[in-house]
């Protein structure tokens, strides 16, 4: 063999050499990189083929009661759920024609078996006839389904719109989750058009994506924003005070008198708040707010509206409205239950949850969450004084309807005008406030009543029947 043809064959050699590493190359562009967006394109139906052959995994509550299931032939299963409506938003469907939503959709790839551990599943089944390589992982919610049931029925009874969040404030946990009207996902096909055709929102999980002004609730932010700014805390009030042309006045036209912070978020006196306020400015009090997770995004296995407090270019006018939860602020249930559980657990917000775990077929986890701090919004000494002001609100304020006997409720009413006679009803709480086991956040809609005459009573009888649930 002469040395022209050893060239040949070198360049032959060096060719076949690059066109396999251009082939791995791309290989692996595409399924370490594009790999998510070639699965979920809607034109490759492999993801789709795979999934109907893998019996999709169950889901539990906190307790273990199974809340979603699939039974029938490979090929052929069929989703089953076993509270249709009450866990609607918060858990969300999976439908052939319809497609995903909520938790079937954010934890797909685990309930479907795409999650990359079915190799490893192939061996283990091999191994243990037990394990089954072609079910999906299972979910367990951190929701407890009889609290769940009560939210679901106290919205039923007293509103036609609304939303309520009750959380663990020390852990972050999400008891319960509630949008209203909801729908029934066992029926989502079958209803789909007709519930467009309603056009009510029952789609809509108000809980985590509407966007409200949370009137005096929003107190609680302001109270954190007066008490770190160190400003003198006392006042003079008259019933009304002007800021840049706009009257504020106090709900009934009450007068107070010499008043202090204390006394000001016990009778929720607007012009209290207003004044200090524009005294702290508003990059205080926009600060303030973010630390309770004002414009941040919150990560949560739902998609999370974010709250806003655009208080850049607040002059006295807009900061005097915001600090009484009108004007530049909007918000959800969910950041207004998250804002409250840092009043109840010491000035840190927990990041919240819904799924603690999610399970192999094997029985092993593979993804089990742990309570971790989200926020330090507030100092451990501030949030004892607004918690003791929240104590008084109920005791003494407004909040009264939401006391119970059990244990001592500690909250905030809001009550955030739509028209002259059409309110939204808010309440934010927690309890026992010596040992803070539950924080609920509820909202009524377009009510023509107060929050403390609408959302006060409904939490309080919530807050009732929870703490007796989780103490069983």
């Known amino acids: ?58 889901i539990y509550d906190r307790n273990d009661e199974v ?13 089953h759920y076993t509270y249709p409506t009450i866990y609607a938003h918060a858990l969300g469907y999976y439908s052939k024609v319809q497609g995903k939503s909520g938790l079937e959709e954010k934890y797909n790839k685990y309930l479907s078996g795409q999650d990359g551990n079915r190799v490893v599943k192939e061996i283990k089944a091999f191994f243990d006839k037990s394990i089954d390589p072609n079910s999906g ?44 009207p ?23 999980n108000s809980a985590t994506q509407s966007l409200f002004a949370p009137g ?49 978020f016990t009778y929720s006196i607007n012009t209290y ?9 508003n990059k205080k009090l926009g600060e303030v707010s973010e630390k309770f997770m004002f414009n941040k995004k919150i990560d949560f296995d739902l998609p999370v509206a974010v709250s806003k407090f655009n208080y850049e270019k607040a ?31 010491g000035g840190k917000i ?36 607004i918690k003791n002001m929240m104590i008084s609100a109920v005791n003494k304020g407004s909040g009264k309807p939401a006391a119970i006997r059990r244990a001592q409720v500690a909250g905030k009413t809001g009550t955030a005008q739509l028209t002259s006679e059409i309110n939204n009803a808010w309440f934010v709480g927690f309890a026992p406030a010596e040992d803070p086991q539950i924080c609920v956040a509820v909202v009524v809609q377009n009510v023509e009543g107060l929050g403390g005459e609408v959302a006060a009573p409904i939490a309080g009888e919530l807050i009732d029947y929870s703490l007796k649930q989780v103490n069983k």
Not at 33 to 57: C, H, P, T, Y
Not at 361 to 381: F, H, N, R
Request: hydrophobic share 40%; charged share 20%.
């Open 1 to 58: 063999m002469n040395i022209k043809e050893n060239k040949k064959i070198l360049v032959l050699l060096v060719f076949l050499i690059v066109l396999f590493m251009s082939l791995v190359v791309y290989l692996s562009y595409f399924t370490i990189f594009k790999a998510s967006d070639v699965s979920n394109n809607a034109a490759n139906r492999r993801g789709a083929l795979q999934e109907q052959s893998i019996k999709r995994g169950t």
């Open 67 to 79: 809340l979603a299931y699939s039974d029938g032939e490979k090929g052929n299963y069929q989703r």
């Open 137 to 180: 992982d299972s979910l367990k919610m951190t929701t407890d389904t009889n609290i769940q049931q009560k939210s679901r029925d106290l919205l039923d009874e007293y509103g036609e719109q609304g939303a309520i969040v009750v959380m663990n404030p020390k852990t972050g946990e999400v008891l319960s989750l509630v949008s209203y």
């Open 182 to 204: 909801d729908f029934n996902i066992q029926n989502i096909d079958a209803d789909s058009a007709a519930i467009i055709e309603r056009n009510k929102g029952e789609l809509f």
């Open 216 to 264: 005096s609730i929003f107190k609680i932010i302001t109270s954190a924003a007066i008490l770190e700014s160190g400003i003198n805390q006392n006042y003079t009030d008259t019933g009304e005070e002007s800021f840049g042309g706009l009257p504020i006045k106090n709900s009934n036209q009450k007068v107070y008198g010499d008043v202090n912070l204390n006394t000001a």
């Open 273 to 281: 708040f207003a004044n200090k306020a524009v005294q702290i400015g």
């Open 315 to 345: 002059e006295s006018r807009a900061l005097a409205e915001s600090a009484i939860g009108q004007g530049l602020v909007t918000t959800t249930p969910f950041e207004m239950c998250l804002a409250t559980s840092a009043i109840a657990n």
């Open 350 to 385: 927990m990041k919240p949850y819904m799924v603690s775990d999610i399970v192999s077929t094997d029985g092993s986890s593979i993804m089990k969450k742990e309570p971790e701090v989200l926020s330090e919004a507030t100092s451990e000494e501030n949030a004892n004084i």
